[in-house]
Nanobody, 122 residues
Framework: QVQLVESGGGLAQAGGSLILSCAASGRTFRNYIKGWFRQPPGKEREFVAAITWSGGSRSYADSVKGRFTISRDSAKNTLYLQMNSLKSEDTAVYYC???????????????WGQGTQVTVSS
């Protein structure tokens, strides 16, 4: 079993920055893919970014490309999402997830954190 705990959410102004963290514990499955998803108010959960645990490959949704950066610290079993140039449409609950396939498909992820709220005021 893998436990994922997000932190770092909160309120930011448009144009500002936030960094989210996701601490993994339990059977961390170091070869697993790690990803970030988000669920805006009244909408379905959507892909944000993914990274192989080696860090060799990254993938981003078009809506965040060039503004968000996904990274990981293998020694700390921690995943990060640096969010810059925030927009009001980035307001959502952000979830970290872990799966076996490098994918943007929510169905390919087996383990999920509880989510952290990010609110961007314009």
């Amino acid at each position: 079993q893998v436990q994922l705990v997000e932190s770092g959410g909160g309120l930011a102004q448009a144009g500002g920055s936030l960094i989210l963290s996701c601490a993994a514990s339990g059977r961390t499955f170091r070869n697993y893919i790690k990803g970030w998803f988000r669920q805006p108010p009244g909408k379905e959960r959507e892909f944000v970014a993914a990274i192989t645990w080696s860090g060799g490959s990254r993938s981003y949704a078009d809506s965040v490309k060039g503004r968000f950066t996904i990274s990981r610290d293998s020694a700390k079993n921690t995943l990060y999402l640096q969010m810059n140039s925030l927009k009001s449409e980035d307001t959502a609950v952000y979830y970290c997830a872990s799966g076996q396939k490098f994918s943007q498909n929510i169905r390919d992820y087996d383990y999920w954190g509880q989510g952290t709220q990010v609110t961007v005021s314009s």
